[in-house]
């Protein structure tokens, strides 16, 4: 039989807020455990919560940026569950009212294409605690930290076919928080996290299978080997006779396999009932419109302009927008190149990449400044340098010998165009090489490559390569 995958994905964002969303403790990593819960986060009798309008913001930005319905009232609920770092027995969350809903996001697939995966809602809500297992022995540790902190979930549509297509799903919407500056999408800190919902049906069903879901996935590589263990294994399930049981399953990064944690809860075991502590929230326009006109310009629009300001091709774009950072630095060089777009965007994603990669850096913390590189751009379009010495000056600007008009000047790499000194250069190989003249006249036109590479050797790597190419063709044809 033939199976189909049907995957849903809940992304768990944490607001980029400074304090906590129903408190004013802080929301910053890092701190001693157990230094940042206040009272209101911990639930204790006598407090009551206040929302923080700036989490409230950041929910309508993603709304907008995904093309939902920002709804004018929502409600906060408890729902009600036990955990040990969850202090009050109960989370504020959204549940029948949520803030934003009915969404989209188009994804591209390997072959080029596009698939719209629906968002079904995003809504508000406060994360808990952290429980730590490592350096505890038979026993559990506590850190209240990260309870309160503002989160967004972000629920799909079962749209999802494969684990191709939620790990792209998911990098969208990476992507798309941190455009919006509302998440920094660090996912070894727990910022941006991920729920799957996996199930399978045969192929041609219209039926949903039952499904499972498992639990806070934080890696992209992660999530796929999850999904693919765990169509795996149900379908190994059914064919053996056996049926999938609705759980909740956790992913053993090490064995590369998800197991069971516990059975999946439903809705009406959570007991759901509206926070009596909080007010219904009402979204004005005069909110809407303030939110909209903070919006930056969006990958998929910064994607087609690129292609058209710049010349550049969908694949070329597409690596430049998939960070709001990568493609800010990018566009600086092109800018401070004289608009040369496609010069630019392979010293982006080649060199500096490169380096970047080897030193273990982020885009934002590259030595060589958009404005030095674009510099260096325009002494290869003027003909000061050639590509090849190019990169010589680019390791110096590296290692922070100035920008690319000291490194040229003090380590004498201005490119030879003087017409009479490269002939003269060629004269001297030509007659250092009678016998591959010879073989050249003769027919054989690879050994042009030949003399080039030795008029280059002669001049250093200075002279200029087209002049060369130009001069060479000439002395041997004639």
Request: with cysteine; net charge negative; proline share 4%.
């Amino acid at each position: 039989m033939e199976w189909e995958t049907v995957i849903g994905l809940e992304i768990h964002a944490q607001l980029a807020t400074r304090s906590k969303i129903f408190s004013g403790a802080s929301t910053a990593y890092g701190a001693e455990p157990n230094t940042q819960a206040c009272a209101v986060d911990l639930g204790l009798p006598g407090v009551l919560p206040v929302l923080n309008k700036g989490a409230v913001k950041m929910a309508v930005k993603l709304g907008l940026a995904t093309g939902c319905t920002v709804a004018p009232r929502s409600v906060f609920a408890r729902k009600n569950y036990f955990y040990p770092d969850l202090p009050k027995g109960y989370q504020i969350s959204q549940y029948e009212l949520p803030i934003v809903h009915d969404g989209e996001l188009h994804i591209e697939l390997e072959d080029g294409t596009t698939k719209r995966i629906g968002v079904t809602r995003a809504h508000l809500e406060e994360d808990a605690g952290k429980s730590l297992h490592e350096g505890f022995e038979g026993v559990t540790g506590i850190d209240l930290n990260r309870a309160g902190t503002p989160l967004l979930e972000i629920v799909s549509e079962p749209d999802i076919r494969s684990s191709e297509e939620a790990v792209a799903y998911m990098k969208k919407l990476h992507s798309l928080v941190r455009y919006l500056g509302i998440c920094d999408g660090n996912m070894q800190e727990g910022s941006f996290r991920c729920d799957a919902n996996v199930s399978v049906r045969p192929r041609g069903s219209s039926a949903f299978g039952t499904r499972a879901e498992i639990k806070n996935v934080n890696s992209f590589r992660f999530v796929q080997q999850a999904i693919d263990h765990e169509v795996e294994r149900q379908i190994d399930l059914i064919e053996s006779g056996g049926e999938v049981v609705q759980e909740t399953r956790l992913f053993d990064a090490v064995k590369g396999e998800t197991r069971s944690m516990r059975t999946k809860e439903e809705a009406n075991d959570y007991r759901y009932f509206p926070d009596p502590d909080l007010l219904p929230l009402e979204v004005d326009d005069a909110l809407v419109d303030e939110a909209r006109s903070e919006l930056p310009e969006l990958p998929d629009a910064k994607k087609q302009r690129f292609m058209e300001q710049y010349g550049l091709t969908a694949y070329d774009a597409s690596v430049l927008t998939a960070s709001r950072e990568l493609a800010d630095y990018f566009e600086a060089v092109a800018d401070a190149a004289g608009g040369e777009g496609k010069l630019a965007a392979n010293w982006v994603m080649g060199e500096l990449s490169g380096a970047l990669n080897k030193a273990g850096l982020d885009i934002t913390e590259s030595p060589v400044s958009p404005a030095m590189l674009g510099g260096m751009l325009q002494r290869i379009t003027d003909e000061t340098i050639s590509g090849k010495i190019a990169k010589q000056v680019f390791e110096a600007m590296w290692n922070g010998e100035g920008d690319a008009d000291t490194v040229i000047e003090a380590h004498g790499l201005k490119q030879v165009t003087d017409t009479g000194a490269i002939e003269a250069m060629i004269d001297e190989v030509i007659a250092a090489n009678p016998d591959q003249v010879a073989q050249y006249k003769g027919g054989k036109d690879k050994l042009l490559g030949f003399f080039v590479g030795q008029v280059m050797k002669a001049s250093k790597g200075k002279a200029n390569p087209g002049q060369v190419n130009d001069l060479l063709k000439k002395k041997l044809d004639g």
